[in-house]
Protein backbone atom coordinates (compact mmCIF):
# COMPACT_ATOMS: atom_id res chain seq x y z
CA UNK A 1 0.00 0.00 0.00
CA UNK A 2 1.43 3.19 -0.93
CA UNK A 3 1.12 6.74 0.99
CA UNK A 4 -0.96 9.23 -0.30
CA UNK A 5 1.98 11.99 -0.49
CA UNK A 6 -0.55 14.43 -1.88
CA UNK A 7 -2.49 14.47 1.52
CA UNK A 8 0.99 14.49 3.28
CA UNK A 9 2.17 17.36 1.62
CA UNK A 10 -1.34 19.12 2.35
CA UNK A 11 -0.94 18.96 5.89
CA UNK A 12 1.91 19.73 6.30
CA UNK A 13 2.00 22.84 4.06
CA UNK A 14 -1.55 23.39 5.80
CA UNK A 15 0.72 23.25 9.28
CA UNK A 16 3.09 25.84 8.22
CA UNK A 17 0.35 28.02 7.15
CA UNK A 18 -1.12 27.98 10.89
CA UNK A 19 2.40 28.17 12.19
CA UNK A 20 3.19 31.42 9.88
CA UNK A 21 -0.57 33.11 11.24
CA UNK A 22 0.46 32.19 14.58
CA UNK A 23 3.65 33.89 14.50
CA UNK A 24 1.95 37.04 12.53
CA UNK A 25 -0.61 37.23 15.15
CA UNK A 26 1.61 37.00 18.15
CA UNK A 27 3.59 40.23 16.34
CA UNK A 28 0.54 41.98 15.67
CA UNK A 29 -0.76 41.63 18.93
CA UNK A 30 2.07 42.14 21.46
CA UNK A 31 3.74 44.97 19.26
CA UNK A 32 0.97 46.73 17.94
CA UNK A 33 3.36 49.38 18.15
CA UNK A 34 5.76 48.91 15.31
CA UNK A 35 2.96 49.79 12.75
CA UNK A 36 1.67 52.28 14.91
CA UNK A 37 4.95 54.22 14.68
CA UNK A 38 5.20 53.60 10.83
CA UNK A 39 7.29 50.33 10.90
CA UNK A 40 6.77 46.73 9.82
CA UNK A 41 7.32 43.32 10.86
CA UNK A 42 7.68 40.60 7.84
CA UNK A 43 7.88 37.16 8.21
CA UNK A 44 10.81 36.16 5.85
CA UNK A 45 11.22 32.64 6.44
CA UNK A 46 10.23 29.51 8.50
CA UNK A 47 11.74 26.06 9.16
CA UNK A 48 8.91 24.18 10.91
CA UNK A 49 11.22 21.35 11.39
CA UNK A 50 14.06 23.36 13.26
CA UNK A 51 11.47 25.86 14.41
CA UNK A 52 13.43 28.95 13.68
CA UNK A 53 12.07 31.83 11.85
CA UNK A 54 13.24 34.51 10.09
CA UNK A 55 11.92 38.05 10.73
CA UNK A 56 12.35 41.58 9.04
CA UNK A 57 11.57 44.81 10.60
CA UNK A 58 11.62 48.13 8.28
CA UNK A 59 10.13 50.77 7.80
CA UNK A 60 10.47 53.45 10.56
CA UNK A 61 12.39 49.98 12.74
CA UNK A 62 15.98 51.19 10.40
CA UNK A 63 16.25 54.15 12.46
CA UNK A 64 14.40 54.01 15.57
CA UNK A 65 16.59 54.12 18.80
CA UNK A 66 14.65 51.38 20.58
CA UNK A 67 14.34 48.84 17.96
CA UNK A 68 17.43 46.69 19.25
CA UNK A 69 15.29 46.18 22.66
CA UNK A 70 12.02 45.74 20.39
CA UNK A 71 14.19 43.04 18.47
CA UNK A 72 15.24 41.33 22.17
CA UNK A 73 11.65 41.11 23.75
CA UNK A 74 10.38 39.52 19.96
CA UNK A 75 13.52 36.84 20.22
CA UNK A 76 12.84 36.02 23.87
CA UNK A 77 8.63 36.15 24.03
CA UNK A 78 7.96 34.53 21.02
CA UNK A 79 9.09 30.96 22.22
CA UNK A 80 8.05 31.22 25.22
CA UNK A 81 4.25 31.79 23.61
CA UNK A 82 4.43 29.73 20.06
CA UNK A 83 5.67 26.07 21.49
CA UNK A 84 7.10 25.34 17.59
CA UNK A 85 9.30 28.57 18.29
CA UNK A 86 12.27 27.83 19.13
CA UNK A 87 14.91 30.52 17.51
CA UNK A 88 14.07 33.82 16.05
CA UNK A 89 16.70 35.61 13.50
CA UNK A 90 15.65 39.42 12.84
CA UNK A 91 17.20 41.75 10.76
CA UNK A 92 16.11 45.63 10.90
CA UNK A 93 16.53 47.41 7.79
Partial sequence: MEADTSTTSNRA??????LLEEV???LRRNFPQIAM??????IQDLDPESG????QLS???G?????PMT???????????IDDIT??????V
Avoid at 52 to 55: A, D, S, T, Y
Fill in 13 to 18: SEDVDA
Fill in 63 to 67: GCGIS
Fill in 24 to 26: ASF
Fill in 87 to 92: EVHIHT
Fill in 71 to 81: TQAIQSRLPME
Fill in 37 to 42: HGGNAA
Fill in 59 to 61: GAC
Fill in 52 to 55: EVWI
